[in-house]
């Protein structure tokens, strides 16, 4: 008999009506060696005796058998999925496959399906059944009477608690799709003081597979695991063109929403009875075209994603990927029935994937966020070593981590889909600062041989894991960068209808095409790979695989000729110390000094005018240091009000031109983003740092990471300052540059590491 929730409900009602989403969220909990270490909410006080005969931990299994466990008598399809599934991940970690046992050590429950004596065992054991039960997606995980309890508050809830047992044991979501095994373990065991307690903060979460051969049916079981293993429960639909609403093993047996037109559908039941709501606060994760999730770096991801000021709505929506019907709803934590919800900011998080293999640090970022709003407190730069650690181990994590630094360094200073024409040319000037063309390529060039120096050290069973989650992203950007920046150097060089006599230009062409044939093979290797793995083929964006477009034709012979004249980065480059003599460049975290923002309190706005009265609470938020964001990798986000202030010494006097590199703007909802600055103490300079949204400048400054803005200055020799303040919120200043050849053209701001 299942139970019967109307008959409970009113012993609760009262306990939770003063309980929200944020009372729900989870403890700090993080995995170590494949067990739970202790959380915030086990810190209960006991008897010192109790303390003393307790048990340290609940083994699932102590090396001489298998894990088991136990789960109530109904269940959900989705749970029973789950467990299919964490019975194989059990396997793999410790060699025998997991089993159903009566009084395992670990006991699974299914709240909404419990029969009343069920119900009344589990009460009994002391589980805070009255904090989940009637959270949707929730679960508890805890220690009670020597038993590890996994509850979950619904289907969906159940079955995500046991894929992070999977997880807490060592089985990455990305198992599956990295090629990356687990490490083998004997034991597994949890601690006795273990307390977790979770529910979404986001209540949809999930992708939107734009343009993706992964949305066919034959893929749809392989999304819906993923999809579990990272708790996302929506799948959002591009226009109707895809049919997985209606497709029985997606959404039945994994228990997937479908979202269209900011409308969510969930289905429920064995009769596809369809439940329909309108969602209004919705937040697109890079659905602009300009962007590719899978190379943004991890820096600017967690400011979109913890930036409330970034959402998309009906009313404000702009791509047409996404059309949807009009609206003139407001942002608000109203849902469409106009009662308040339970959820943070959003209704819904969209990632926009078109491969989710080349997207799982930003899917796992997102996700995890989604869920407990302390995930990423860390910061961008540790998490992505604690991510590397899940996949590789911690050894090999740590070694890996300072190439996908380096990786999203290169990738924020021009996107790889957008190196190529007819996106325009990039700018690079090889003329200037010793050939920067050259050494942007030779950056990658160093980069390539790191990579394949810590490949050759790794095992066979690491190899292909490797491959897809570092070697392939970072040589895939390497090749696209010396296809297209060779080409457009050849073009330049190239006088017209004279290519065939231009030997240097036939060399750049050379490179460019050498680059073009590697990049196909790497391509090749990776479909080779994947179809070993049984995953579908990789999906290339278009400006990344076609050729290159040079001034004339070169023969297989002719590239192989041409290819040794061609420009030695290793030999040819010089220090670039050599070229820098007549500038002062610097990041913009090598401040000398910080001046924090004013704080703004009745009267005292008023000595300020217009601009005080207008600053909000963020007046009184610190400077930020943004790791692994923009070209320096450590970007600064000034809240409005506060400064940086920066000394610097030239023997050069005369003009100069001052060009000031902010991060740019992706919301399309701010109107201002301002700075002045202030040069040895004069008027200060005002500089509106903001592109008019999804216009032509706008694209090109998503692609380069850099919005720039500049001004003239007369300076003398000697001691000089500079003063940079931010007008406005949202202000991230990557670096600046003052330069004596006022009409130089460079792409990158030459500051030495």
């Known amino acids: 008999m299942k139970m019967n929730y109307k008959k409970i409900w009113i012993g609760f009602a009262l306990g939770l009506a003063c309980l929200s989403c944020q009372d729900i969220t989870a403890s700090t909990v993080s995995h170590r060696n494949g067990a739970f270490s202790k959380s915030k909410e086990a810190s209960t006080k006991v008897k010192k005796t109790e303390v003393q005969t307790a048990p340290s931990c609940v083994y699932w299994t102590d090396g001489n058998g298998r894990v088991t466990y136990s789960v109530n008598a109904n269940t959900s399809t989705v749970v029973k999925k789950a467990l299919d599934m964490f019975e194989s991940d059990m396997k793999a970690v410790t060699g025998l496959a997991a089993k159903q046992k009566a009084g395992a050590p670990l006991q699974i429950y299914q709240l909404d399906m419990l029969t009343n004596k069920e119900f009344s065992a589990l009460e009994k054991s002391g589980v805070p059944i009255h904090k989940i039960i009637t959270a949707h997606d929730a679960y508890y995980i805890g220690v009670k009477n020597n038993k590890l309890m996994v509850v979950g508050s619904d289907a969906r809830g159940t079955a995500y608690a046991i894929m992070y047992l999977s997880q807490e044991a060592g089985v990455s979501p990305w198992a599956a799709w990295n090629g990356v095994k687990p490490q083998p373990r004997r034991t597994l065991s949890t601690p006795s003081d273990l307390t977790w307690i979770m529910k979404p903060r986001i209540e949809f979460r999930g992708f939107a597979l734009n343009g993706s051969q992964w949305m066919k049916p034959q893929n749809y079981s392989e999304i819906a695991r993923l999809m579990l293993r990272l708790r996302c429960n929506t799948l959002w639909q591009v226009d109707g063109k895809h049919n997985v609403a209606y497709d029985k093993a997606a959404v039945d047996s994994f228990d997937l929403c479908v979202a269209e037109n900011y409308k969510v559908t969930e289905v429920l039941g064995k009769k596809h009875k369809k439940h329909k709501r309108n969602i209004d606060n919705v937040k697109m994760v890079f659905d602009d075209e300009q962007i590719q999730l899978h190379c943004v770096a991890p820096g600017l991801l967690l400011e979109v994603l913890t930036n409330k000021d970034f959402h998309e709505n009906k009313s404000s929506h702009h791509d047409k990927s996404h059309a949807s019907d009009a609206s003139n709803g407001k942002h608000s934590s109203a849902s469409s029935n106009g009662k308040h919800n339970s959820y943070a900011e959003d209704d819904a998080w969209i990632a926009n994937v078109t491969n989710p293999q080349l997207s799982m640090l930003q899917l796992s970022m997102m996700t995890e966020l989604a869920w407990n709003e302390n995930a990423l407190k860390i910061g961008s730069k540790r998490y992505l070593q604690k991510w590397l650690s899940e996949q590789f181990g911690n050894d090999l994590g740590k070694r890996i981590q300072p190439l996908m630094e380096e990786y999203y360094r290169l990738t924020s200073i021009r996107q790889p889909a957008y190196m190529a024409m007819p996106y325009g040319d990039t700018e690079f000037h090889s003329g200037e600062f010793g050939n920067e063309l050259e050494r942007y390529l030779y950056a990658y060039d160093q980069l390539k041989s790191k990579v394949e120096a810590l490949e050759s050290k790794l095992s066979d069973d690491q190899k ?139 009267a005292d706005a008023s000595k300020k005018g217009a601009d005080a009265n207008s600053m909000s609470k963020k007046s009184s938020e610190s400077i930020q240091l943004l790791s692994l964001l923009g070209h320096s990798n450590r970007a600064v986000k000034l809240p409005k009000g506060a400064s940086l202030n920066y000394t610097f010494y030239t023997s050069q006097s005369g003009d100069a031109r001052f060009t000031l590199a902010a991060i740019p703007n992706y919301m399309s909802g701010v109107k201002n983003m301002r700075v002045s600055v202030s040069i040895d103490h004069a008027e200060p300079v005002e500089l509106e740092i903001n592109e008019a949204y999804n216009g032509k400048q706008w694209k090109l400054d998503l692609w380069r990471g850099q919005t720039l803005r500049n001004f003239y200055v007369t300076l003398p020799s000697g001691n000089h300052s500079i003063e940079i303040q931010a007008l406005d919120d949202h202000v991230i200043l990557d670096q600046w540059i003052l330069d004596y050849d006022v009409d130089r053209e460079y792409y990158v701001i030459p500051v030495g590491k």
């Open 464 to 602: 292909d894991g490797f491959f897809e989650v570092v070697k392939y992203p970072i040589f895939s950007a390497a090749l696209i960068a010396e296809k297209e920046l060779e080409a457009q150097e050849a073009r330049h060089i190239a006088r017209p209808g004279l290519f065939d006599k231009d030997d240097e230009a036939k060399a750049a062409a050379a490179v460019s095409l050498t680059a073009y044939n590697q990049l196909k093979q790497l391509n090749a290797q990776y479909t080779t790979i994947a179809s070993r793995h049984r995953r579908p083929s990789l999906v290339v964006y278009s400006g990344e695989a076609q050729a290159p477009i040079l001034p004339g034709t070169l023969s297989s012979s002719d590239i192989q000729k041409y290819r040794k004249d061609a420009f030695d980065r290793s030999e040819d480059l010089k220090p670039l110390a050599n070229y820098t003599s007549d500038v002062i460049a610097k990041n913009a975290c090598d401040w000398t000094t910080t001046t924090p923002a004013p704080s703004v309190k009745g």
